[in-house]
């Protein structure tokens, strides 16, 4: 096969991405694919370097493709994940082979953000529900921000917060919502 899964024509040619880490790239479109077994020795060698925190970066490639994509070794579809909240390209990977497709600048994006010693843990199931989590939480916290204003938004928080800790929060809430807590019943 050996075919670039974008251009469909193009044979990939082998680079190395970075030192110890070959690669084979596409040298029409720039795209690179990545062997999982090759990902995980090159892993091998940063093992005694310190990780870096990761640093977000919304300035994303545009290269993103939006084309069915086939592996270019076990010709079998290539799924795609997201790798970030609110971070809007795509990363495609084998199901069965595990290799990875990088469009052009996709590689140097997730190495930008210091991720790119995470790149496995983009494709679990505990990644991806993280990802949909912290976008339904920015969303309706958007929606509260909307309804209750930027002050008495962080207002409330606080007293939400308070009534979480304290030892009788939940006879405070109570009282906080009878609409009459001081008739006798």
């Given at each position: 096969?050996?075919?670039?899964?974008?251009?469909?024509?193009?044979?990939?040619?082998?680079?190395?991405?970075?030192?110890?880490?070959?690669?084979?790239?596409?040298?029409?479109?720039?795209?690179?694919?990545?062997?999982?077994?090759?990902?995980?020795v090159?892993?091998?060698?940063?093992?005694?370097?310190?990780?870096?925190?990761?640093?977000?970066?919304?300035?994303?490639?545009?290269?993103?493709?939006?084309?069915?994509?086939?592996?270019?070794?076990?010709?079998?579809?290539?799924?795609?994940?997201?790798?970030?909240?609110?971070?809007?390209?795509?990363?495609?990977?084998?199901?069965?082979?595990?290799?990875?497709?990088?469009?052009?600048?996709?590689?140097?994006?997730?190495?930008?953000?210091?991720?790119?010693?995470?790149?496995?843990?983009?494709?679990?199931?505990?990644?991806?529900?993280?990802?949909?989590e912290?976008?339904?939480?920015?969303?309706?916290?958007q929606?509260?921000?909307?309804?209750?204003?930027?002050?008495?938004?962080?207002?409330?928080?606080?007293?939400r917060?308070?009534?979480?800790?304290?030892?009788k929060?939940?006879y405070l809430?109570?009282?906080?919502?009878?609409?009459?807590?001081?008739?006798?019943?």
């Amino acid at each position: 096969m050996n075919k670039c899964p974008v251009c469909k024509k193009a044979t990939l040619k082998q680079v190395f991405l970075e030192s110890e880490l070959p690669t084979r790239q596409c040298g029409d479109c720039g795209g690179i694919w990545i062997s999982a077994n090759d990902y995980l020795v090159w892993l091998k060698t940063l093992e005694n370097e310190p990780q870096q925190e990761p640093v977000i970066n919304t300035q994303i490639p545009q290269t993103d493709s939006q084309v069915a994509t086939i592996c270019p070794d076990c010709g079998r579809f290539l799924r795609r994940y997201r790798i970030w909240p609110h971070v809007e390209f795509h990363l495609d990977r084998c199901e069965t082979c595990n290799g990875i497709w990088f469009d052009r600048h996709e590689w140097d994006a997730v190495k930008g953000m210091n991720l790119h010693h995470q790149v496995n843990a983009f494709f679990t199931r505990v990644w991806q529900d993280k990802l949909k989590e912290k976008e339904v939480r920015d969303r309706l916290e958007q929606m509260y921000v909307e309804r209750f204003g930027v002050e008495d938004y962080g207002r409330v928080q606080e007293i939400r917060h308070w009534l979480q800790n304290h030892p009788k929060g939940h006879y405070l809430l109570a009282f906080l919502t009878d609409k009459e807590p001081y008739r006798i019943r």
